[in-house]
């Protein structure tokens, strides 16, 4: 393995002088975890600090984590020596090429050397703009559309949730009305930012509609989408299961305890075409969980638990989405500095229900090693 030392200080030293542009591992060898297709990297800054960006590659979702260097050299060797064979390294000025098969490395001048965006958005003109009437009747920026101090953040965030939406959203279609709900919208920031996108950039026709428990809060909403002149979008007071109907698109980015499974059911009962659903609690799985002898370090240790529990919820959350025919991808929404509950899953309707059961299987599996008797989303399911 000195070919995949050497490799590790040509990232290093090229980290060290901003010259790295992206990585990309590929040859899969057998011992590969299943369902892995690449993994592809890039340096990105969070706040004053360089982080590399994993994009784990799977044949039915992504996953994206963000690494400190060292944390990020460690993963690279390890995932070399047990899943690829192949690593390539884009440099400004040299594309290296690492086969771990014939341990060699092999190099070439960089025709296009473009530097490196390190950009946590990867797009430096947001989609939204700050002069938008929405944005200063919800207190972001001025009369005359400047961000107001202290609100930078939360112009950035609102940008970034409609950026990681972008290539899922649908192409408008003539005389198509896209039916789009957001379940839990709170104060409306992202269900604004989203009509706005929809209708005023990819001129969508949109009847969308803002749902929530707090009455005062959705005349507030309503009173700001009349003067923005929205015409399209209203709020009401109300629960997830208020809504009835098809559905295209479905989000949900506030929904606590089990109300994050009966957005998932409703979206897939719907047959929403996108479902975006930020998942938070865990509490019915971690209740249920029996860890078995062979993990008793994990038990030992509560927050180690409670990890295990929201990653054992969220895998059958999102083997449940792939069964009814969902591909789905979970991606960081916001830095986990911010919030630990920064995932997003998206789960795009491309296929038609399994037949084969393995997703359900898989299902099984994952119960038995952790001795969960069933998941809520299963129940409700089963007794549609």
């Known amino acids: 393995m000195k070919q995949l030392i050497k ?7 090229s980290l060290g002088n901003s010259s790295l542009i992206k990585l990309r591992m590929t040859g899969l060898r057998s011992t590969a975890e299943e369902k892995l297709k690449e993994i592809i990297v890039r340096p990105i800054k ?10 784990i590659r799977y044949q039915t979702n992504d996953i994206t984590k963000n690494y400190k260097k060292e944390e990020a050299l460690e993963l690279l060797d390890e995932r070399m020596q047990n899943d690829f064979y192949f690593l390539s ?41 700050a002069k938008s009437t929405f944005f200063h009747k919800l207190g972001i920026t001025s009369k005359a559309g400047h961000l107001l101090k202290g609100k930078e953040a939360k112009f950035r965030q609102i940008n970034k949730f409609v950026e990681i939406l972008k290539p899922h959203l649908p ?58 002149n929205y015409k399209g979008l209203s709020f009401e007071q109300g629960k997830i299961n208020a809504h009835s109907g098809q559905l295209d698109i479905l989000i949900a980015l506030h929904a606590c305890d089990t109300a994050t499974d009966d957005v998932l059911i409703k979206g897939i009962l719907s047959e929403a075409q996108l479902i975006v659903c930020s998942p938070c609690c865990h509490k019915q799985v971690r209740k249920s969980m029996k860890m078995p002898t062979s993990l008793s370090g994990i038990s030992n240790y509560g927050i180690l638990l409670e990890r295990q529990a929201e990653i054992v919820t969220d895998s059958i959350r999102t083997l449940i989405l792939n069964h009814y ?55 409700i399911l089963n007794n549609e």
Not at 207 to 218: A, N, P, S
Not at 337 to 353: G, V
Not at 370 to 377: A, M
Request: proline share 2%.
């Open 46 to 55: 969070i706040k004053k600090s360089v982080r590399l960006q994993f994009t």
């Open 89 to 129: 390294v884009v440099t400004l000025d040299k594309v290296y090429q690492l086969d771990l098969k014939k341990d060699r490395i092999t190099s070439s001048k960089n025709q296009n050397n473009k530097p490196p965006s390190l950009s946590h958005n990867k797009e430096k003109v947001t989609l939204l703009s």
């Open 7 to 13: 490799i590790k200080e040509v990232i290093g030293g």
């Open 171 to 228: 192409i408008a279609i003539k005389n198509k009305t896209y039916k789009v709900v957001d379940m839990g919208c709170g104060k409306g920031y992202l269900t604004f930012a989203l009509y706005d996108y929809l209708t005023n950039t990819l001129k969508h026709q949109v009847e969308m509609k803002g749902v929530d428990q707090r009455e005062e809060l959705m005349n507030s909403c309503n009173l700001i989408s009349q003067e923005s």
């Open 325 to 379: 025919g969902y591909k789905t991808k979970i991606v960081e929404f916001i830095s986990g500095e911010h919030t630990p509950k920064n995932l997003l899953i998206i789960a795009e309707k491309k296929y038609p229900i399994s037949v084969d059961n393995k997703y359900l299987n898989s299902i099984r599996e994952l119960k038995s090693t952790f001795g969960v008797k069933e998941h809520y989303i299963e129940g």
